[in-house]
């Protein structure tokens, strides 16, 4: 007769804090949660902009206010770490690239679209202050 | 084999045990090992079965990180013993487990039998798009033809990436990383044929879908098949299909 008993070990329910690459993942999703709330603060203020003036005028206020700029400086740090993270990501998504026969390195692919990311936005900063000017 | 009795410097091993006759449920057992330089916790564990405790149960075949069988968790990371050297570890007892997520048999040994229906499942086989005869030659391929998935028949099916994954432990009827990363390979060849046939096998939340991108997978894979490419392409592949079933020639 077969002994076999097989025991089922529960699995770690705070795994997603392990220490190493766990803790990296929940942060990294986590971080996306700041991507929404700035385009919920976008939203915010287009909905005030088409309410009227008065509701611009509140809108811009806010922005002004020491709790949004503190806001802000924390929302640009979780919008930053998750552009480089999801980089980082990228080459796990697609399908591999294959130039001249090779493989391109998971490397050079991050590499290549982080520094793309950080020209698109310096590009849209040079624009909005010279708009803005 | 190193003398234990004789010994000049020991390494302590944590082994969790399971006897499935006698235990209820697996607890710790502790064993002094004579040390050396060159020693593997593989060969630990046959010092441990060879002198001290015979009854010690584990799996291991080619000694070389070559046939997959020797996964086990060394000091709580998915790791193969042979090629997982007590030097290279940090002092102190090395905590020897049997692999995560997975039922255990007894001592370090797993059930892999889901694993290997799972396996079964993805049709692992070249279905070529148009049959050849002998006659008419070999199937030719480039060498780019055969980089876009080479990577991916390097898997050795030692379930590493399947111990790393929070998601199949969540879920144990999560097709996982090693069985996508075998339809890669086949899905991802020149030849193949059978790409649509595999994509139905891994719709829905058992199938691809329970990944969330993790990628320990594939960070914890000792021949670098990186499974987390594997599923996350099919993930994409799952949505198009999703998409444009309704307007396949060959749509049901």
């Known amino acids: 007769m077969s002994e076999s008993r097989p025991y089922r070990r529960p699995i770690d329910p705070k795994w997603w804090w392990a220490p190493g690459p766990y803790r990296a993942y929940t942060l990294r999703e986590l971080s996306g949660v700041a991507v929404a709330l700035y385009g919920a603060v976008l939203f915010a203020g287009l909905i005030c902009l088409v309410s009227g003036p008065m509701a611009w005028d509140s809108f811009l206020g806010f922005l002004r206010s020491p709790v949004s700029i503190v806001l802000h400086l924390v929302l640009l740090a979780g919008v930053v770490y998750h552009v480089k993270t999801w980089f980082e990501t990228l080459p796990k998504t697609m399908p591999k690239m294959i130039v001249n026969g090779k493989q391109v390195p998971a490397t050079e692919i991050t590499r290549k679209a982080q520094m793309v990311a950080a020209g698109c936005s310096l590009v849209l900063v040079v624009i909005a202050a010279w708009a803005f000017r | ?252």
């Not at chain 2, 990180?65 to 090629?83: D, R, Y």
């Not at chain 2, 876009?148 to 028949?153: G, I, R």
């Not at chain 2, 390097?154 to 075998?182: K, R, T, V």
Request: glycine share 6%; net charge negative; hydrophobic share 35%.
């Open chain 2, 1 to 252: 084999m190193p003398d234990v009795a004789l010994a000049a410097k020991t390494v302590q091993l944590k082994v969790l045990r399971y006897r499935p006759g006698q235990d209820a449920e697996p607890s710790y057992g502790t064993f002094e090992v004579p040390y050396t330089d060159d020693m593997s916790v593989l060969q630990a564990l046959q010092t441990i079965k060879d002198e001290l405790d015979s009854s010690l149960s584990f799996r291991w075949s080619c000694r070389m990180a070559v046939c997959g069988s020797c996964g086990m968790m060394i000091n709580g990371t998915p790791k193969l013993a042979c090629n997982t050297f007590l030097r290279n570890l940090p002092k102190g007892p090395v905590t020897v487990e049997p692999l995560n997520n997975f039922p255990i048999e007894r001592d370090l040994v797993v059930s892999v039998g889901d694993f290997v229906k799972k396996i079964e499942s993805i049709y692992p086989y070249i279905i070529p798009k148009t049959p050849k005869t002998v006659e008419e030659g070999p199937y030719l391929q480039t060498p780019a033809q055969m980089a876009a998935y080479e990577s991916f028949s390097d898997c050795i099916n030692c379930m590493l990436c399947y111990a790393a994954c929070p998601q199949f432990g969540e879920n144990p009827a999560f097709i996982g990383p090693g069985a996508m990363a075998l339809l890669q390979r086949y899905n991802g060849d020149s030849r193949d044929g059978g790409q649509q046939k595999r994509l139905d096998t891994i719709h829905g939340e058992d199938g691809v879908w329970s990944c969330t991108a993790v990628g320990v997978c594939s960070e914890v894979c000792p021949k670098q098949v990186d499974p987390a490419n594997a599923i996350n392409q099919n993930k994409t592949n799952s949505a198009f299909d999703f998409f444009l079933r309704f307007v396949r020639k060959d749509a049901r």
